[in-house]
């Protein structure tokens, strides 16, 4: 089946640096990814949608450049977070589309920011 | 894309059938009921998805409802590591590559011994 891997699965930083984090379609190509975060006790949120070789879309209230989304293949997208802040503390969740429509999800990446 | 509401949580005994409700009342003609689950502190999973017509897989049954403005999520033998949120999606499907997902609060179920 359709496996999505992300990397570092969870990291921890200092307040004003970055971090980088990967996601990966390991058995199939994605022409779109997407990117959600997540808050303790909280729903998915989605920040935003990246297509393969072109600038992402974000969700109203995601400051693209504090989270740098590039999707230079189509197997693999990468979020920086940029000088993060203890607020930045989140699970972030990837997931990729296949050819056909359907969704498979990144086991996450829990960051952080001390 | 339509939205859904779901009671925020539910309890069920270990090997009885757990069903989840939903309800999509504003749901158009050209959107599919998804449903997935989020193990705690892991990406959601999905379980299964449908039309109009109800569906089986190996994981669970949906049900839904001839208006469909409603579905039930059914765990027919509930096991402790079913334990988990469930969220209930409605969104437009064949193909459309900019349908994204959109979670709302989900059932927190507990399966307890």
């Known amino acids: 089946g359709a496996v999505v891997s992300q990397h570092p699965s969870w990291v921890i930083c200092k307040s004003g640096t970055s971090v980088k984090i990967e996601c990966r379609s390991l058995?199939?190509?994605?022409?779109?990814m997407f990117w959600y975060r997540q808050f303790p006790k909280q729903s998915l949120m989605l920040m935003a949608t990246?297509?393969?070789?072109?600038?992402?879309?974000?969700e109203q209230g995601v400051e693209k450049d504090k989270f740098l989304i590039n999707h230079a293949s189509l197997t693999l997208s990468t979020l920086t977070v940029t000088s993060a802040h203890p607020e930045d503390s989140s699970f972030y969740i990837c997931?990729?589309?296949?050819?056909?429509?359907?969704?498979?999800f990144g086991p996450g990446t829990r960051l952080t920011v001390t | 894309d339509a939205k859904t509401t779901q009671p925020p949580s539910m309890d069920c005994a270990e090997g009885r059938a757990a069903n989840l409700p939903c309800n999509h009342s504003?749901?158009?003609?050209?959107?599919?009921v998804y449903w997935y689950r989020q193990i705690h502190s892991q990406g959601p999973q999905y379980i299964i998805h449908?039309?109009?017509n109800n569906e089986t897989n190996e994981m669970a049954s949906l049900i839904i409802t001839e208006d469909r403005k409603s579905s039930t999520l059914i765990l027919p033998h509930a096991t402790l590591r079913d334990t988990a949120v469930y969220y209930c999606?409605?969104?437009?499907?064949?193909?459309?590559?900019?349908?994204?997902?959109?979670f709302g609060g989900g059932t927190r179920l507990m399966v307890k011994p």
């Open positions: 058995d199939f190509q994605a022409t779109t």
């Open positions: 999606i409605v969104r437009v499907g064949g193909g459309n590559a900019g349908n994204m997902l959109t």
């Open positions: 504003t749901i158009s003609g050209n959107e599919y």
């Open positions: 997931s990729a589309r296949d050819n056909g429509d359907e969704q498979y």
């Open positions: 990246s297509n393969e070789g072109s600038k992402a879309t974000y």
């Open positions: 449908g039309l109009k």
